[in-house]
Structure formats: C-alpha cells, structure tokens
C-alpha cells in the first residue's frame, strides 16, 4: 500500500479526558461519602487514626480518591491531618463545645436572617423555599447517618441559604465555615426532632419572604435556642 494510502489516525479531540473526568469525579464523591458516613456513625471512632491504605482496601479502591475524600474531611472539620500520624477523626462536640457553637451561631444567623429579609433576591428567596418544602420531604435525624443524610444536608442549606441571601459575603462564608449541622448530627439523633425544625424554619421563611427583619431574627433565634436545648437533653440523659 502506497504510503499515502496509510490509514491516518483520528485527531485526539480530547473527548476520552473529558469522559473520564466525570467518573473520576463520581468515584472522588462516593468515596467522600463513604468515608463520611463511617465517621458520623462511629464506624471511624473519634479520636482514632484513618489509615489510608486500609480504607482503600475496604472499598476496593486505589490510594487517591480517599487522599481527596479526607482533603475535603478535613476542610468539614471531620479529620484533622498531623504531621507524624496522618488523618484522625475529630473529636466529639462536648457539652462545652455545643454551647460554644451555638453561641457563635446565635451572634452570626439572626443578623443573617434580618438582612435576608431586606435584601434577598426573589430567586434566592426561591431557593430558601425549595429546601424547605424539600425537606419536609424527607425524615427527620434518626437512625444511621445514611438514613438522614439527605435532611442533614438540606438543613445546613437552608442556613446557609438565608446567610447567602442577607448579602454579606463575610457573614455568609462564616455561618458556612462552622459546619455546625455535620458536628451537631455527628452527636447522635435526637429523637424527634425533625417536626420542630421544620416548623421553626416555617416561621423564619415567612418572616423573610414578608420583609420583616426584626421577626426573621427572632424567629432565627428562637430556633437556634430550641435546637440548643433538644441537643443539650443528649447530655442530660448520659
């Protein structure tokens, strides 16, 4: 065959890499997933070392994507990485550490609140809508962690939510940066405690869809100090 008669090989469009980075990116969340809800159920105790090698064993993959799981733990607050003994689960919230939180959450969210309520956009007013109703959706914290994974992260949305849409970038990427909703819930569950979150949520969306800004923070407030005593009652029982 006539060297101009060679079958030329196809241009590399890139096509494969941009295929592959999507599973690659599918099994970097699964992992993280996994490995979260290990550490919010005390499959992964506080305070004990996670090894990287044997937890890529246990889920049948390689070294890397539970390296990027426990990156992102970390930035959660959920491991801590120490120079000589790697990554560790955190330790448990003690009654003194809840308390703390709260406190900060209670300077921070009923400010965020008022000012959503002056300053929120009808889209971002939407959204703090949707994750109600979607959580209204979903059971409420009980049992294992996969069981109300899905309420627990819509809960942290929905603060999150009302933070973003007081438009204070500062404000907002604190109230995100405490990661309080992964900590709390990684107490244990408070039994029943699904309906009064929600009902509580109720009255700060219409506090803030109404424009009333003093009512979104107390009724902000009035949550936070509810949640604080439904999470306290976990220690009084102990």
Known sequence: ?????????????????????PVRQALSDSVYEDV?????D???????????????????????????????????GLVVKRS???????????????EELFEMRLL?????????????EEDELDAIEAT??????HPGPAGPYSSYRDFAAMDQRFHDAVARAAHRPLLADAVERLHSHLHIFRLSSVQDAGAPTLDEHERVVRAVLRR???RAAAAMAEHLT?????QLTRFEEE
């Open 212 to 214: 009333r800004p003093e």
């Open 42 to 76: 005390h499959e992964i105790a506080p305070g004990a070392r996670v090894g990287i090698e044997a937890l890529a064993r246990a889920l049948g993959v390689s070294p890397t994507p539970v390296r990027e799981a426990l990156a992102r733990l970390e930035s959660d």
């Open 1 to 21: 065959m006539p060297a101009h008669d060679a079958p030329v090989p196809a241009a590399d469009t890139g096509t494969s890499g941009q295929s592959a980075r």
């Open 108 to 120: 921070l969210e009923p400010r965020a609140a008022a000012l959503a309520a002056c300053h929120a």
């Open 36 to 40: 979260k809800a290990r550490i919010m």
């Open 226 to 230: 509810r949640s604080l005593e439904r």
């Open 132 to 137: 109600l109703e979607s959580m209204q959706a």
């Open 84 to 98: 000589l003994s790697g990554y560790r689960a955190t330790e448990l919230l003690t009654r003194q550490g809840v």
